[in-house]
């Protein structure tokens, strides 16, 4: 009998070590836990804090881009990585943010910010952001205009629309199309009747057409209707105006740095400059010498008829001239011509502005930009721009071709972007085939490839360049806006 209660104490003593030891086991293996998961947390709360520190860092560079647009070195000299102390509200330093900025590329106002956050308190922690900020130009829109403006059918745009004053739109518009006024009295018939500041004169479906005199249903204080048929992406109205004194870069600024670093041509003492641009990144110049008259007296009273700026015969079709010689696209991209001038070619992997105005301004005197033959570009991704900026025009002569592609951003400054009309007594040429534009379009006043009797352009396809907007030809003219996000990164 004593064994056997040796045996069973024996057994006892061993559970109890078993149980112990098991007891021991989880109570380190909780202990271990509970350690890991309160470093784990410490850490978790630093690694917040790191990037509480590194978003400091790039809210600090905004500010500080938003009073010195064009410094990317934080106020020194020197290249970064640029270093400030993080504090809290008594000035305890908590960490430090580390910078390092990457300036806009040629052509672009996008500039990247990479942020470091680091903590005084572990400095094994550390969180980046990079954000990449630009300054939108005013290419936000496939055309912007200061007039009233309509796009007849026939017209189809890809990209967003915008006037000052009304639109009436007859086309297809592939996405948004606004205007500063609530209303309007469309000058293009002859009721005196407000419609609305975009409004269209297409019949809905299942009708088809146009109907050329007032809309009652398109007029206040009738509700707004969708018409999808026209505007695939809606219309809005009234919106704020754009402030076209800001689009209108100023061109002696242009000449002063063509003069400084670009290439600069005065009055040629005849009618102007034909610059052929090639794929090489150069350009032929030419001294125009003769424009092709008119074939009648009839054709040549047509501009007169036609309104805007199209007084005298205006055939803007060279007929002789001759060759100056080749230059390089200068290395600042900016070519400027103390006279009329006329532009066609192709680029390949170059960006280049090209600006017409004569000094002293006399509203007698502007000179335009004719465009008659294809200006196109090589790459489709951003690496190639165009700009035209022209004092009065930019014009589609008499003698262009009958399908026509211009890749550019045409600025009228104070005249428009168009083609004169040219009436029946100016055939072959009064009517064209096709005009596709890449790129966008500013006019001063009211722009327009084709006239209501069917001359000029029968289709006019308008193609927005997205690239425009955060980066545009040289010297293109930025919006008033302050750098605003394009992406953001958390890197680490």
Known sequence: MRTTNNTKKGQLTLQLLIFGGVAVIFLAGFLIWL??????????????????????????????????????????????????????????????????????????????????????????????????????????????????????????????????????????????????????????????NLEFGVHTHVNPPPGTGTTSSFRPLEAPPNPVPDRPDVFLAGRQFPVPTVDFVGITQTLAQIKADAQAGGFYAPSSTAFGYDIQLKTNNTFDLYRVTGLVPSPSSDCAKSQTQGGGDQSGWGTW??????????????ANGLIFIEDDVWVKGQINASRVTIASARFPDNSATRSSITINDNLLYTNYDGRDAISLLAQKNINIGWVSQDILRVDAALMAQNGRVGRYYYNGFCAPYHARNTITTYGMIASAKRYG???????????????????????????????TDSYQTISWDETK
């Open 35 to 192: 350690d890991s998961a309160s470093k784990s947390t410490i850490r978790n709360l630093d690694k917040a804090q790191a990037f509480v520190v590194a978003e400091a860092g790039i809210e600090y560079y905004r500010w500080h881009l938003a009073h010195a647009p064009q410094d990317f070195s934080d106020g020194t000299t020197t290249p970064g990585p640029y270093i400030h102390d993080y504090t809290d509200k008594n000035g305890n330093v908590l960490g430090q943010f580390v910078l390092n900025i990457t300036p806009p590329p040629v052509g672009s106002s996008v500039v990247t910010i990479e942020s470091k956050g680091k903590l005084s308190s572990d400095p094994t922690v550390e969180k980046t952001i990079k954000v990449r900020m630009g300054i939108p130009s005013f290419a936000k829109f496939a055309a912007v205009l200061n007039e009233n403006v309509r796009f007849g059918p026939g017209t189809e745009v890809f990209g967003a629309v915008h006037s000052n004053s009304g639109v009436r739109f007859d086309g297809i518009a592939h996405n948004l199309v606004t205007s500063g006024l609530a209303s309007y009295d469309d000058p293009d018939h002859s009721d005196t």
């Open 317 to 330: 079709s060279i007929q002789a001239e001759t060759f100056l010689g080749n230059n390089p696209i200068p």
């Open 449 to 479: 490839f084709a006239y209501a009797n069917g001359t000029g352009y029968q289709t006019r396809n308008l193609i927005y360049d997205s690239n425009l907007l955060y980066g545009p030809p040289p010297s293109f003219p930025l919006t």
